[in-house]
T-cell receptor, first 114, second 108 residues
Framework: EAGVTQFPSHSVIEKGQTVTLRCDPI?????LYWYRRVMGKEIKFLLHFVKESKQDESGMPNNRFLAERTGGTYSTLKVQPAELEDSGVYFCASSKAGMNTEAFFGQGTRLTVV | KNEVEQSPQNLTAQEGEFITINCSYSVGISALHWLQQHPGGGIVSLFMLSSGKKKHGRLIATINIQEKHSSLHITASHPRDSAVYICAVKNSNYQLIWGAGTKLIIKP
């Protein structure tokens, strides 16, 4: 069974550009989470999808970030326009239906904004 | 003060030693996770627990809900156990709140 996959693994973009990160959850997992670690800080929650619906997006830092999960399968996280402080590692996780099911994590996307 | 505190931040030990990593939290939780992050960056879930104790191979995780404290133990440590170990708690909004991680190095 394939795990959670994220693409790209690394991205280097210039300030002001747009970047789209993709997460493919484990097939059949209703829950999909985005997290990020910015330099020197703890990993922080960004948002949570249940199928295609945003269950909780309280962790999204500002309106430059847009997450979608069309059809309830893969998810994208777009940053537009990117700022220097957006640099970090963005993790995706998925889990089966239910609120306390075990989460499986992707390898992360390392984003560097220069 | 962070809602999830881990100690120690860094730990270096010799192969074979018994390792303990501690996690204290200050919020109400529905579950606590121990996760492992290798230098390549990927995160692996080791345990999810809400009470008592769980064991998987050489890894043991315990939680004391009353004291809001959890420990991760590694018996007969091995260099391949070297990684960052992260404690994360699921709060009442079902968000994961993450600790800063403990960087473990096991020397042969």
């Amino acid at each position: 069974e394939a795990g959670v996959t994220q693409f790209p693994s690394h991205s280097v973009i210039e300030k002001g550009q747009t970047v789209t990160l993709r997460c493919d959850p484990i097939s059949g997992h209703d829950n999909l989470y985005w997290y990020r670690r910015v330099m020197g800080k703890e990993i922080k929650f960004l948002l949570h999808f249940v199928k295609e619906s945003k269950q909780d997006e309280s962790g999204m830092p500002n309106n430059r970030f847009l997450a979608e999960r069309t059809g309830g399968t893969y998810s994208t996280l777009k940053v537009q326009p990117a700022e220097l402080e957006d640099s970090g590692v963005y993790f995706c996780a998925s889990s089966k239906a239910g609120m306390n099911t075990e989460a499986f994590f992707g390898q992360g996307t390392r984003l560097t904004v220069v | 003060k962070n809602e999830v505190e881990q100690s120690p931040q860094n730990l270096t030990a010799q192969e074979g030693e018994f390792i303990t990593i501690n996690c204290s939290y200050s919020v109400g939780i529905s579950a606590l996770h121990w996760l492992q992050q290798h230098p390549g960056g990927g995160i692996v879930s080791l345990f999810m627990l809400s009470s008592g104790k769980k064991k998987h191979g050489r890894l043991i995780a315990t939680i004391n809900i009353q004291e809001k404290h959890s420990s991760l133990h590694i018996t007969a440590s091995h260099p391949r156990d070297s990684a960052v170990y992260i404690c994360a708690v699921k709060n009442s909004n079902y968000q994961l709140i993450w600790g800063a991680g403990t960087k473990l190095i096991i020397k042969p």
